[in-house]
């Protein structure tokens, strides 16, 4: 069974550039779920995904961060424009059906440098 | 808000020895679940071992173990026989229902040869 796959693996831009990140969750997982790591820390949630629809976008900065998921199956987050803060490496998670306590399958991440 | 601590930012062992990673976490909540996820320096999270706060059992993934301690809000993780693919940061994390996952800082070990 393939993984959660993530492209790219690694992304340099400059700052006030856009980027995009792409997903593709396990099949048959329902609930997909974007992480920021940052350098030394536990990653934190950006967005949660029940099929396409976005049950919690409340970390997501709005003002220029942006996910879809529109066939309720692969998704693709984007930064516009980037700032130099955001360079950090982009986990993205899914789990089967979203029940409680359903494990997450992490893909390996994309780090991104904003220059 | 939930919360997760991980008092040792780095841990080094011998081969073939045991190692204890410590986990606290902070909720208000009576069921939830536990899970420590490996990551080597590849960077992809790995599961290694999960717990329903409802069951006092501790959970057991061959070499792995924890030590379940509701009461105290506690969830330390062993590695029994520790092999140098084991080398790698250690994350805690907590989970209500299927919301996210609450990480610690994360410990990062390190198995000698």
């Known amino acids: 069974e393939a993984g959660v796959v993530q492209s790219p693996r690694y992304k340099i831009i400059e700052k006030k550039q856009p980027v995009a990140f792409w997903c593709n969750p396990i099949?048959?997982?329902?609930?997909l779920y974007w992480y920021l790591q940052n350098l030394g820390q536990g990653p934190e949630l950006l967005i949660r995904?029940?099929?396409?629809?976005?049950?919690?976008d409340s970390q997501l900065p709005k003002d220029r961060f942006s996910a879809e998921r529109l066939k309720g199956v692969d998704s693709t987050l984007k930064i516009q424009p980037a700032e130099l803060g955001d360079s950090a490496v982009y986990l993205c998670?899914?789990?089967?059906?979203?029940?409680?306590?359903?494990?997450?399958?992490f893909g390996p991440g994309t780090r991104l440098t904003v220059l | 808000a939930q919360t997760v601590t991980q008092s040792q930012p780095e841990m080094s062992v011998q081969e073939a020895e045991t190692v204890t990673l410590s986990c606290t976490y902070d909720?208000?909540?009576?069921?939830?679940?536990l899970f420590w996820y490996k990551q080597p320096p590849s960077r992809q999270m790995i599961l290694v071992i999960r717990?329903?706060?409802?069951?006092?059992q501790n959970a057991t993934e061959n070499r792995f173990s924890v030590n379940f301690q509701k009461a105290a809000k506690s969830f330390s993780l062993k590695i029994s026989d520790s092999q140098l693919g084991d080398t790698a940061m250690y994350f805690c994390?907590?989970?209500?229902?299927?919301?996210?996952?609450?990480f610690g800082t994360g410990t990062r070990l390190t198995i000698i040869p």
């Open positions: 998670a899914s789990s089967q059906q979203g029940a409680p306590g359903d494990t997450q399958y």
């Open positions: 099949s048959g997982h329902n609930t």
């Open positions: 995904y029940e099929n396409e629809e976005a049950v919690d």
């Open positions: 909720t208000s909540e009576s069921n939830y679940y």
């Open positions: 717990q329903e706060a409802y069951k006092q």
């Open positions: 994390a907590f989970m209500i229902g299927n919301e996210k996952l609450t």
